[in-house]
């Protein structure tokens, strides 16, 4: 693992590659004895120190071991993002973050074809508790397309405009029907369609403000999405699969603290939990999956992985049934009975 910093701190970690005080780094650097044992103590949260305390059983590192699987990386992300600077938004302070010219709200492919889908939503006509409760990860599909104003009822209710709101300096901005920090919506959706009746397969850009799909790519794609993804059934042999994207700065343009980072990846969460329920309203079985190479994919959408960046892949279709008419589950669900013997037992 190679990482890089500012030659301040290179020369910090050089000063305690063995046992010293901090005030005696702080006079040989010249330093603020506070500000270096502030430096210090987040290094050490980090990893990169350890301190006398830690140097034995029960110190200080309890815990730690459980970011071990995750490395540094694991341990920098988290601990570098915690306690975030909150401020009051004022007046003032959005004028700042205002003055220059905010990210387009809609990303649109302007010369690409396009198919207009119905505006016409399907009434999924299933209560709240049974969609919460029937919702399954599905893995096989049946060899059936998904019918087109489904998939349409599908696109709209997970990531089309359900409503504007004035943001002031930060002008109009969209709802949709999961949350987002700050309403930027930094999420784009991207389509790897197979089955689907009446559209050709290809690959698609989701056009949020148009509620249609922009042709980036005819031809079948499934393939290769699905060796993108390690292989997995539940891409492989979905008849759509849907790839999140973050344009960053969007989202970046008002959100300026690494903690951001955070609420991009929650927001992705959001998104693919409306997706799987909605699709399972639809009598849809739905996968979802952070598991993919992120450069082929991105390299399949044509995005350059930095402004923006693949996050999640989420794919839907017709459930496949055995011969009882019962849903195809890896994990079928246990009786009361198994259930109870594999909690006592």
């Not at 140097?55 to 915690?82: C, I, Q, V, Y």
């Not at 197979?194 to 509620?211: D, K, M, S």
């Not at 079948?220 to 979905?238: I, K």
């Not at 929650?266 to 598991?291: D, I």
């Amino acid at each position: 693992m190679k990482i890089s910093t500012d030659p301040i701190t290179a020369s910090v970690l050089h000063s305690f590659s063995e046992l010293r005080s901090v005030s005696d780094v702080a006079q040989e650097l010249g330093l603020d004895e506070d500000v270096l044992g502030s430096a210090a103590s987040s290094l050490s949260s980090l990893g990169f120190l350890e301190s006398e305390e830690q140097d034995g059983a029960g110190s200080g590192t309890d815990g730690f071991d459980a970011w071990a699987p995750w490395g540094r990386e694991g341990l920098s992300f988290h601990f570098s993002t915690r306690d975030a600077p909150f401020t009051e938004s004022t007046d003032e302070i959005r004028d700042e973050l205002t003055k220059d010219p905010s990210p387009p709200l809609f990303k649109e492919y302007k010369d690409a074809d396009r198919i207009f889908l119905p505006r016409y939503q399907e009434d999924p006509g299933r209560s709240y508790r049974e969609v919460l409760y029937r919702r399954r990860t599905h893995r096989d599909f049946a060899d059936a397309p998904v019918g087109r104003e489904v998939f349409s009822t599908l696109m709209a209710m997970t990531f089309g405009v359900k409503d504007f709101i004035d943001a002031q300096q930060f002008g109009a901005l969209m709802l949709r029907t999961s949350p987002a920090g700050g309403a930027r919506h930094e999420l784009e959706a991207y389509t790897v369609v197979t089955g689907v009746a009446g559209i050709a397969p290809g690959i698609y850009h989701y056009n949020v403000r148009e509620h249609s799909l922009e042709l980036l790519r005819e031809g079948e794609f499934r393939d290769s999405l699905t060796r993108a993804c390690d292989s997995q059934s539940g891409v492989g042999e979905a008849p759509f699969s849907v790839v999140l994207t973050a344009v960053v700065p969007r989202l970046s343009f008002k959100y300026r603290h690494p903690r951001a980072y955070r609420v991009m990846l929650m927001n992705s969460g959001h998104l693919g939990q409306t997706f799987v329920l909605t699709a399972t309203a639809l009598g849809l079985g739905s996968f979802q999956t952070a598991a993919f190479n992120d450069s082929a994919v991105e390299e399949l959408l044509g995005v350059d992985g930095v402004r923006e960046t693949a996050l999640y892949v989420l794919s839907a279709g017709v459930p496949a049934v055995d011969a009882n008419g019962d849903a195809v589950l890896s994990h079928p669900p246990m009786s009361l009975e198994g259930s109870r013997k594999a909690r006592f037992e």
